[in-house]
């Protein structure tokens, strides 16, 4: 059974027809707060799991316009969980390193090993995204890259790594709900840059760029949520839902003791 905003594969969507806003999924922010609260903590308990289990993994991809809550997202939905057992990763623009070799080079290398959540702050979807309507990469490049991606996620999934990939839906008038805000608070000042207003611009291109990433990068493997996310406390519960709803299926396991009723302890 999919969860709500999962996206199916072959099934293909049109961003314009997605809710942005919590609408008829949930009225009651009270109580979307106290049941995030819940999940929260049962979050925590299995991530513990996991990470005492070590034998598999769990990679959270998070992509969304600017201001779209990314970074809300890291710090609210992964509060409480062990940061031993989480690697965050957020993914600038690639350094000459980066840039030297192939672009899923400095993905792979961020990867969460067994037992760790890993959580991707943007990703290789960059690469077919901000790459594509800059305009960084010719044509023929990034559009096989929805192939290589796939094959790639496919690599990690039969590699023991559940993959959960989020896309903050955002309207545009929220953008500049968020950038005004940034704009006004000195203490979000540092968070806005004047990059983000020439994107901003190209808001039709990117969004063309998601439904492409969304449709074509939609597998059984690796899904796509399209969380609606103008409001951030529906944004929480929606993918703490998704994340809880995953890790239970996960199933992870205390390893077994071994015979430890022999042992004294002097
Ligand atoms: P921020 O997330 O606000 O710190 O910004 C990071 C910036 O790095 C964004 O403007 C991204 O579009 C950019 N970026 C991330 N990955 C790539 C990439 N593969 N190629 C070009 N720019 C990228
Ligand atoms: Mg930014």
Redesign the pocket.
């Given at each position: 059974m999919p969860k709500t905003h999962q996206l199916e594969p072959g099934r293909q969507i049109r961003l314009a027809d997605c809710p942005t806003t919590a609408g008829t999924f949930h009225d009651n922010r009270k109580q979307a707060e106290k049941d995030f609260a819940k999940l929260r903590k049962k979050i925590a308990l299995l991530q513990h799991r996991l990470y005492s289990e070590g034998k598999q993994s769990l990679l959270v991809v998070l992509q969304a316009m600017?201001a779209g809550g990314?970074?809300g997202t890291i710090r609210r939905v992964f509060e409480g969980v062990n940061p031993q057992g989480t690697r965050v990763t957020?993914?600038?623009?690639?350094s000459k390193e980066?840039l030297a070799h192939d672009?899923l080079w400095r993905i792979h290398k961020a990867a969460p090993q067994r037992g760790m959540i890993g959580v991707f702050?943007?990703s290789?979807y960059?690469?077919v995204?901000?790459?594509r309507v800059?305009k960084?990469v010719p044509e023929a490049i990034w559009r096989r890259r929805y192939d290589e991606i796939n094959t790639f996620e496919k690599h990690l999934s039969d590699n023991s790594t559940r993959i959960l990939k989020f896309y903050l839906h955002i309207s545009k008038s929220e953008q500049r709900e968020r950038f005004q805000d940034r704009l006004d608070d000195p203490t979000k000042n540092w968070?806005f840059?004047l990059?983000?207003l020439e994107?901003r611009k190209l808001w039709n291109e990117y969004q063309a760029a998601y439904e492409d990433a969304l449709n074509r990068c939609t597998t059984e493997w690796a899904p796509w949520f399209a969380i609606p996310a103008d409001q951030k406390w529906y944004r929480n519960l929606a993918i703490a839902r998704v994340l809880h709803a995953t890790l239970v299926e996960m199933d992870p396991q205390f390893p077994a003791s071994e015979d430890l009723e022999s042992v004294v302890i002097d």
């Open positions: 600017d990314k970074d957020s993914f600038k623009v690639p980066e672009y702050n943007r290789h960059e690469d995204l901000v790459v800059e960084i968070k840059s990059d983000d994107k």
